[in-house]
Nanobody
Framework: QVQLVESGGGLVQAGGSLRLSCAAS????????MGWYRQTPGTQRELVAR???????NYADSAKGRFTITLDNAKNTVYLQMNSLKPEDTAVYYC??????????WGQGTQVTVSS
């Protein structure tokens, strides 16, 4: 089994910053990619940022210029630095991992709330 443990969510004022972390453990095999999605009630989960081993990060348009994703492959940990947060960034943020066997794993989610 693979476990993804997220941390770093919380309440912040508009314009503030948060840093999310997600540590993977267990029978990962090998990481292909890790990333972050987010979801609000009544909507589909949407990509925020994703990075593949040896590849360039991909960002949703809403995240470009404000969010930065980094992957520490040695620690099996992915980070999402979120700056200039807006109320519309409020959501549950989910970490995900894709391994070399093309299996997806998801974290339990961490709440990010941005007040205006």
């Amino acid at each position: 089994q693979v476990q993804l443990v997220e941390s770093g969510g919380g309440l912040v004022q508009a314009g503030g910053s948060l840093r999310l972390s997600c540590a993977a453990s267990g029978s990962i095999f090998e990481i292909n990619a890790m990333g972050w999605y987010r979801q609000t009630p009544g909507t589909q989960r949407e990509l925020v940022a994703r990075v593949s081993i040896g590849g360039n990060p991909n960002y949703a348009d809403s995240a470009k210029g404000r969010f930065t994703i980094t992957l520490d492959n040695a620690k099996n940990t992915v980070y999402l630095q979120m700056n200039s947060l807006k109320p519309e960034d409020t959501a549950v943020y989910y970490c995900y991992l894709l391994n070399q066997k093309m299996l997806n794993y998801w974290g339990q989610g961490t709440q990010v709330t941005v007040s205006s």
